[in-house]
């Protein structure tokens, strides 16, 4: 018989408030604040400041590269994520549903164009003047402002030195900040909002660009001009910058765990800085008089003083810096107790004890930079190995740190309890390993305070990275870093260093490797490895056997927890959630639960569920992702030159092809197939029966086609189509299929409910296919007979347009002479192009 296995699926993930990656934005109310959290949402309310609701996505789209990079809300209930993915989702807070599109048009579900023009990854953007401009950071160092209604680049910002990895502008879209890898963070401010402010920002203007002529009133929002830089603390590089909803506070996240607050000062509160300012450089150069040609002094003085009377508002009197904020450090190790109830965790600058069926943080404790730790029998306590080389014994119900003992003269890297459970042992980077025994009491002491006692120690030949006790406490592996393990009676030699070394029940020995990425098995008889597995692409950070099976779990640094049996030396499961390495992981006495902490800085509870399956099965789905992983790849112009680039400016279609795209034209032609083998039975049962009665020549319903004529059959499968996948799929449709959609229109446009998707089907076929379609003569009635359709009902809604503007005195955007304007403004610019390769290729041809 073949054998199955239980499944594990996530269930859980905590430890994470917001994200290192993405910003956080309020929702329209006010009253709630969005947090992205890795790939989930959290919608905090501001007030009460609990999490309300999680937006996250459904699980068969989850994946350890779907996180979110950005978050925008709108005047309504609905929320845009961009994910790093390429793919945006719209959620409905109020029912916490979304939708999956591409890009930008959300009411249309389409995408509308695509701007080129950068030469590497965008990493942020906002939008200016109602909509009306797009303002683009990159890693290529470069600003970029365009025009969306020309669809154009207007201006280059090239200041920075470093990739720019965050913008933001404020409310009334005075400021707009960047945040690059420099030291300092560059500030502009958009012209058209600084002419409507006075003369003291026209003056500001003159001091930062040398230029003393005011600017020209007429002239609206045309390009950011330079305000000055404001100095950080932090050399970490900037993560996101944002302002607040008010626009008085700035914040800088950098890539280390650190949030930089500066105060905005408004235009009369930093006028009233510049003043004081001012003073105060007049007290000091009055206290800096020389005794020695007092005189000559005086008046150099009157001459600085009278010239000083121009009030120019600087950066610093703007931007005040607040107190800094820490952020939160990844999960270095995680415990669990012996009832499975609670679990601690340790990390940079604390330690955490959480309810690991909830997620809840129970309690959080200062501590040192913990490495490792366990939890003591009876669950009271926790004991805590640091970088230091110190051991913290963290009183759990209390929520405090009793004691602190100086163990080690190097980091605590390893800490393993006893079977009998009277101590630990830990290995350290001093070469040492220690045994403790618990004491529950210590002279002039409460009796129900826990200490700790050194009974014995080890001396090593190489640092300690990890310690472990068989079962029945017989044996204890030191694993060492010159790529050995130690035993009372034997020496095993390994190629590389190792992070994990657990026993089996059966006194083989598990060993994760750093540097080959293996796992092996290890026999305590000869000490011979029955078997190296390739387990993980990159390093295993840890390995744990489920309690009294053959069964184990393995963590690596390329994000994957994965799950096999010893005894086949088999893969069972791959579960992926987390979005960086994953450094520690713990399972549970019965083994229903796995809990994992990652530098994701994310704690993860896996759940076994009553799900059967077989391993042959799960060999088949991943053969099958590694062929979609590769069909993805493919679609990627990633071996394009460089002189095959877009040229400056070009504009491109809005999504790109995907295996979905791929699949709908897939069911799009099977349909069309179908239809037309239906089509002809029907015109054989016409020409067979058309001397009987119409009560003898019914025909039989086509199961396939579910009941519909072959028109409507083509259409629901053309409706099936997301919206935003729909142009992709149409442009891989071959020439006679396309020439096939275009036959059934005239019927489908009689369907008042599909009239919009036809006439989207309809320009995209012409839009793609003209060339063909105008060289070949069978296309020729299908093209009349949409030229017919269609001018109809362009006739019909001119005619509403003209009686509706006789009706009403609200006048029509000319919305044809705009486009018509635009597209020759296009024109122009390609023509200008090609002239100027034109006049390259000349004068190569003539220097030859």
Not at 97 to 121: A, C, K, M
Not at 168 to 187: H, K, M, N, Q
Request: a negative charge.
């Amino acid at each position: 018989m073949v054998k199955s296995y239980l499944r594990y699926e996530p269930a859980a993930s905590f430890g994470v408030i917001v994200s290192v990656e993405s910003n956080i934005t309020y929702d329209s109310s006010g009253k709630h604040l969005l947090a992205p959290a890795l790939e989930k949402i959290g919608v905090w309310h501001v007030r009460q400041v609990v999490c309300t609701k999680t937006l996250s996505p459904s699980v068969s789209s989850r994946g350890s590269s779907l996180f979110v990079n950005c978050v925008a809300s709108s005047p309504s209930s609905l929320v845009a994520s961009g994910y790093a993915d390429g793919s945006i989702r719209i959620w409905d807070c109020d029912k916490g549903s979304y939708n999956d599109i591409i890009l930008w048009d959300v009411v249309g579900e389409t995408g509308l164009f695509r701007l080129r023009g950068h030469r590497d990854q965008i990493t942020d953007l906002v939008f200016l003047d109602s909509g009306k401009n797009l303002v683009t950071s990159s890693k290529d160092k470069f600003l970029r402002v365009w025009d969306l209604e020309t669809q154009h680049c207007m201006q280059i910002v090239s200041d920075h030195h470093s990739e720019i990895w965050s913008i933001d502008v404020d409310p009334d879209e005075r400021y707009l900040v960047t945040g690059s890898a420099d030291l300092e963070l560059r500030l502009f401010y958009n012209v058209k909002h600084e002419l409507m402010s006075g003369e003291s920002m026209v003056n500001v203007t003159a001091a930062k660009t040398g230029n003393d002529r005011e600017l020209s009133t007429q002239n609206k929002w045309e390009v950011l001009k330079p305000f000055g830089e404001i100095t950080r603390q932090s050399k970490d590089r900037v993560a996101t910058v944002r302002f607040s909803k008010s626009g008085n506070l700035l914040a800088c996240q950098v890539a280390g765990k650190t949030v930089e607050l500066f105060l905005v000062l408004d235009e009369v509160q930093s006028k009233r800085e510049a003043k004081q300012r001012l003073k105060n450089r007049k007290k000091e150069k009055k206290s800096a008089k020389m005794e020695v040609e007092e005189t000559e002094n005086v008046e150099a003085n009157h001459d600085t003083e009278g010239a000083g009377n121009t009030l120019v508002v600087t950066v610093p009197d703007v931007f005040k810096l607040l107190p800094t904020i820490l952020d939160t450090s990844d999960v270095r190790s995680v415990t669990l107790s012996s009832d499975n109830s609670v679990l601690m965790s340790t990390g940079h600058n604390a330690v955490k004890i959480w309810n690991p069926s909830t997620g809840s943080c129970l309690k959080t404790i200062d501590s040192g930079h913990g490495l490792c730790g366990l939890i003591v029998p009876h669950n009271k306590y926790g004991i805590v190995g640091t970088k230091d080389g110190e051991i913290e014994i963290i009183d759990i119900d209390n929520g405090t740190c009793s004691e602190v003992v100086g163990a080690h003269g190097g980091s605590v890297r390893s800490i393993a309890t006893i079977p009998n459970g009277n101590g630990f042992v830990t290995g350290s980077a001093d070469h040492d390993v220690k045994f403790w025994e618990y004491i529950n009491q210590k002279p002039g002491q409460d009796s129900k305070s826990l200490t700790i006692l050194n009974v014995r120690t080890m001396k090593m030949n190489d640092d300690v990275l990890v310690v472990a006790f068989s079962p029945d406490a017989k044996y204890v592996a030191v694993a060492l870093l010159d790529c050995t393990v130690k035993f009372p009676a034997q020496l095993v030699k390994h190629e590389v260093d190792l992070y994990s070394c657990p026993f089996l029940p059966s006194q083989f020995l598990s060993m994760a490797s750093a540097l080959y990425k293996n796992l092996r098995i290890w026999g305590l008889d000869f000490g011979i490895c029955h078997k190296s597995i390739f387990a993980h692409a990159d390093s295993v950070m840890d390995v744990q056997f489920v309690h009294n099976t053959h069964y184990m779990f393995s963590a690596g640094k390329d994000r994957l927890l994965k799950y096999w049996d010893a005894d086949k030396f088999e893969l069972l499961l791959t579960l992926e959630g987390h979005h960086a390495a994953v450094w520690c992981l713990a399972v549970s006495n019965h083994g229903d639960f796995v809990v994992t902490g990652s530098h994701d800085r994310s704690i993860r509870r896996w759940d076994r569920t009553e799900e059967p399956f077989f391993i042959e099965e799960e060999k088949e789905k991943r053969l099958e992702e590694i062929f979609e992983a590769y069909m993805d790849d493919t679609f990627e112009d990633r071996h394009v030159p460089k002189e095959e680039l877009p040229e400056e400016g070009a504009v491109a279609l809005a999504g790109k092809r995907t295996l979905e795209t791929l699949t709908a034209t897939d069911s799009i032609i099977d349909a069309l197939e179908v239809a037309e083998v239906e089509l002809k039975r029907i015109a054989e049962h016409e020409v067979f029966f058309s001397c009987f009665a119409a009560e003898n020549a019914r025909r039989k319903l086509n199961l396939i086609m579910l009941g519909l004529s072959p028109s409507d059959y083509v259409l629901r499968a053309l409706s099936n189509i997301s919206t935003n996948d729909l142009e992709q799929t149409l442009l891989a449709l071959p020439f006679s299929d396309a020439l096939k959609l275009l036959s059934y229109t005239k019927d489908w446009t009689s369907n008042h409910d599909k009239v919009e998707l036809v006439c989207r089907i309809v320009t995209i076929l012409l839009q793609t296919h003209h060339s063909q379609l105008i060289s070949t003569p069978s296309a020729r009635p299908v093209l009349a007979e949409c030229h017919d359709t269609l001018g109809f009902n362009l006739a019909a809604m001119d005619h509403l347009k003209q009686l509706m503007a006789s009706r009403s005195d609200a006048l029509f955007r000319d919305a044809k002479s705009k486009l018509v304007e635009i597209r020759s403004q296009q024109l122009k610019r390609l023509e200008a192009r090609t002239e100027t390769k034109t006049e390259k290729r000349k004068k190569k041809k003539h220097k030859k």
